[in-house]
């Protein structure tokens, strides 16, 4: 018997390995599949030792039907998974959460239902016992271990053996297939961002805002020019000056304007300096309500996602109730073709949305300085938590403090048009020599005085022409953005009110609607006409709430980055 054992068993497993292949056409999902054998392996000869049996020909006969059941777990969950691909979910770890979660209820189903089976066996005390036992006692620990492995072992294979995952980091062999498998995973959810990190990057890598620094920094660096003394004027002559002697002339000049002038340029550089640094807080300010917006949409685009995915789970179940029905006489054609319509439909809205998705990091990357894309972290809150007052102070608006700077700088411009009517001085030394009378020296004091003022009056005037203008726009921007934070408050009351019923009673009610549709649609209480009428409806209340709660956030980062002082 056990010389037939030798021949059997590696005939089966070669067998089994090629129907995998048949079915998958795929050495490596075959081999995939194939790691559920030892596995199952595993529980068969640890329950073995713990009830003491020694290995038979009726457990080796338990060995080959165990493999047997222990494979189709496999096939029921990579099969879905290639499903999944093949309906356009390009990530492969959301092939596997969603796959493995649909999957998990038949995997277990179909471990159990054998289990079951041979639980009689197992327990068997009558004649012929002593055959039963060890074959039942395999089946029912080696299911137990095949089970609980392949829901862990084999999404990390299958994850490994996807080319589309780009694998950074190998763990050690000793550290054991289940450890290399987790240490896989964890490049790809470092790589998520939440809010608060999203927009430290944007502050730090955006280059429009570095620019905005160096402008910044390009004032400051103007501080001292304010001193704009002209340069020393020093000539020198020497020869046949006053005769046919060789005499020789040194004079030295130096120009300067009052005191006043260069305390006026000073105040309107410390102004210039000033302008920068509210230009670089509004900068700022628009950097970090764009990163709100873009995360806050792509939030709400991946919520969406899930909202889509449930109903294709729901209405593939009714797909396949649909086909049920009609095999028994219950339906007709008609229904069948309807739900695979609308579950093909809602597939087709999956895979735009997964581009919009892609467009979304991207335009988030953008900001980022990724323009590659980035990745979000999804399980943040769906809805920005309210800060904002209503009233805009001068202080906290960077746009109003901006311009208000602007206003200070124009006006100390009609300061220094002003200073340019003042006087300048002349500071001078002369030397000079005859070769026969010998040197001379003197001192020399100068003034320089505007004789027609008509260009200097023009230039004044225009400056404060300038002024005006600014204090006017300075006024407008006040009273248009007090509006705007007024209109963005009652758009922030309004949606939080709606949002408060949709989280307090719709919600609620069309989670019942769902649950109760599709239970009674699979027992046959109601038709089908009349659970997708009632499933529209529950779904599209979920679809007005994610609606909701875009709008309710775009009113609140717009409301924030009026009346809030930049952190």
Excluded: C
């Amino acid at each position: 018997a056990k010389s037939r054992l030798l021949v059997a068993v590696p005939v089966s497993l070669l067998l089994i390995f090629v129907l995998l292949f048949f079915t998958f056409g795929s050495v490596r999902q075959a081999l995939m599949i194939y790691s559920a054998i030892p596995l199952s392996a595993i529980g068969g000869i640890w329950a073995l030792e713990l009830r003491g049996l020694p290995f038979s020909i009726s457990a080796g006969v338990g060995f080959i039907a165990l493999f047997g059941i222990a494979v189709l777990n496999g096939i029921v969950l990579i099969s879905y998974f290639n499903q999944l691909k093949a309906e356009g979910h390009s990530s492969v770890f959301k092939r596997i959460l969603r796959g493995t979660a649909v999957r998990f209820r038949p995997v277990v189903m179909t471990a159990a239902v054998a289990s079951l089976g041979f639980l009689p066996m197992a327990l068997s005390t009558t004649a012929g016992a002593e055959v039963q036992r060890p074959l039942a006692t395999v089946v029912i620990g080696g299911l137990v271990s095949a089970t609980l492995l392949t829901l862990v072992v084999l999404p990390i294979l299958y994850s490994y053996l996807d080319r589309s995952v780009r694998v950074r980091k190998k763990a050690s062999v000793a550290s054991g297939i289940l450890v290399f498998g987790l240490l896989l995973s964890v490049p790809g959810q470092a790589q998520k961002l939440t809010l608060a990190q999203a927009v430290t990057q944007a502050v730090e890598r955006n280059q429009h805002l570095q620019s905005a620094d160096v402008s910044v920094q390009v004032q400051e660096k103007l501080r001292r020019s304010v001193y704009d003394i002209p340069k020393i004027s020093v000539d020198y002559q020497r020869g046949q000056i006053q005769g046919v002697n060789r005499d020789y002339t040194l004079n030295v000049v130096q120009s300067f304007a009052l005191p006043g002038v260069y305390q006026s340029q000073r105040r309107f550089q410390e102004a210039q300096v000033e302008v920068a640094q509210q230009n670089f807080r509004v900068t700022k300010n628009e950097l970090i309500r764009q990163v709100k917006l873009s995360y806050y949409d792509l939030l709400v685009l991946h919520a969406r996602l899930r909202v889509l995915e449930q109903q294709d789970s729901v209405f593939t179940k009714a797909a396949f109730a649909a086909g049920v029905r009609l095999r028994t006489g219950e339906s007709n054609r008609l229904e069948q073709v309807t739900a695979q319509a609308r579950q093909r439909d809602i597939r087709t809205q999956i895979r735009s949305l997964n581009t919009q998705i892609n467009m979304a990091q991207r335009a988030l990357g953008i900001w980022l300085q990724q323009p590659e894309g980035v990745e979000i972290d999804t399980s943040q809150s769906l809805r920005i938590t309210s800060r904002a007052n209503l009233s805009i102070h001068p202080e906290s608006n960077p746009q109003l403090q901006l311009l208000a700077s602007q206003q200070q700088s124009d006006e100390r411009r009609v300061s220094i048009e002003k200073s340019r009517l003042l006087p300048d001085f002349r500071l001078g030394y002369l030397n000079q020599s005859f070769e026969r009378l010998g040197g001379f020296q003197a001192v020399q004091v100068g003034v320089s005085l505007p004789i027609v003022s008509g260009w200097y009056q023009s230039r004044i005037q225009a400056a404060r022409l300038n002024a005006q203008a600014t204090r006017l726009e300075y006024e407008y921007q006040a009273s248009r953005l007090i509006g705007l934070a007024s209109i963005h408050q009652q758009e922030v009351a309004r949606t939080a009110q709606n949002l408060e019923y949709y989280t307090s009673t719709a919600l609620p009610q069309s989670n019942f609607i769902l649950s109760n549709a599709e239970k009674s649609y699979v027992a046959g209480e109601i038709e089908y006409v009349e659970f997708v009428q009632a499933s529209l409806q529950a779904w599209q209340i979920k679809e007005e709430y994610l609606t909701q709660v875009a709008a309710y956030n775009q009113a609140v980062i717009e409301l924030e980055s009026l009346v809030l002082p930049i952190e």
